[in-house]
């Protein structure tokens, strides 16, 4: 078929990706030519498997765990966005050479400003819950947007030390036992840890004391209002989900691969929910 455009997203495991059906209802509501298929790749085969995806005239693929910083390695370029988080999601294939971005900071901006238009981060301190690789997106994010400080609180402080490199003066490490401590007058609290989501331990903390124009924010987005979520908005601050980060990373990818910057539409977060 011309102009048949191959995408899909690897990872090990790979069934619970949403993004086939993210991608496949764009492709679908743009008319494209193109699929976009889960392809399980286990860490053993990645350099192997990868090759196969080029052989067969991949346009690029999205990258999940546990492939997200090993496939650097693979990658011709990897941009300096997704150098300074360090981790791949995104890869565009060109004349057989793999191109690596990081799109979750893309994600996480456009979800707040999509949904929370008027908030602004400039007015005071944020804290970050959680330092794994979703932390790195957000704090990126918060920087670039000119947050004064950030709070970062994680129960493994080693791991929320290594983001000190990010911007030494305006981040600061508490222990997690004092999370609520640190929440206290608080703009912005971001949860990036999976605690909260379906299966996992519950997240145990109280925000009352945060900012009363805070916005508190959760990327676990299963269930979609998370015990985080309720808590905030019995005290009346302004939430917004995780599902939007979800679908807005997706778009730059699609975009770059299809020529078309896909929207976010209520009909698609539906169908993603149920
Ligand atoms: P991702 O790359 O998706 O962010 P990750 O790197 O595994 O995933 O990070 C998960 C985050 O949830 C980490 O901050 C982790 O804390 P540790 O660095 O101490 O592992 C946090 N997390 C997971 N389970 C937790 C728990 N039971 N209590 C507190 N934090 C937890």
Redesign the pocket.
């Known amino acids: 078929m011309p102009n048949f455009i191959k995408t899909a997203v690897i990872g090990h495991p790979i069934s619970h990706s949403k993004s086939p059906l993210i991608h496949n209802y764009w492709l679908k509501k743009n008319a494209l030519n193109g699929d976009y298929k889960a392809i399980d790749i286990h860490p053993d085969s990645l350099e192997k498997d990868v090759q196969q995806l080029i052989d067969d005239g991949y346009s690029g693929f999205n990258i999940t ?1 546990p492939h ?1 910083i090993t496939i650097m390695e693979l990658c011709e370029e990897v941009d300096t966005l997704a150098q300074k988080i360090g981790a791949v999601n995104t890869v565009t294939i060109k004349e057989g050479k793999l191109y690596g971005t990081n799109t979750d900071t893309y994600g996480f901006i456009q979800n707040i400003k999509t949904n929370a238009p008027k908030f602004d981060l400039r007015k005071g301190k944020a804290v970050i ?7 790195n997106a957000v704090l990126y994010a918060l920087l670039e947007g000119g947050v004064p400080e950030v709070i970062i609180t ?3 402080r080693a ?2 030390e290594e983001l000190i490199r990010f911007a030494s003066d305006k981040i600061k490490i508490i222990d ?1 036992d004092r999370r609520n401590e640190v929440c206290e007058d608080a703009n912005f609290i971001i949860n ?4 909260g989501m379906v299966g ?2 519950e ?1 145990e903390i109280d925000i009352s004391k945060a900012n009363p124009n805070a916005l508190i924010t959760d ?1 676990v987005y299963a269930p979609l209002i998370t015990d985080l979520l309720k808590q905030a908005q019995s005290h009346g601050f302004k939430t917004v989900t995780g599902i939007g980060m979800l679908l807005h990373q997706a778009r730059p990818g699609f975009e770059l691969w299809n020529g078309i910057m896909p929207e976010v539409t209520p009909e698609l977060e539906k169908l993603i929910l149920s």
Not at 129 to 135: C, I, Q, R, V, Y
Not at 192 to 195: H, K, Y
């Open positions: 765990i997200k819950l959680g330092a794994g690789g979703a932390a994680n129960r493994t791991k929320a997690w990036t840890t999976a605690l996992k331990p997240l990327i």
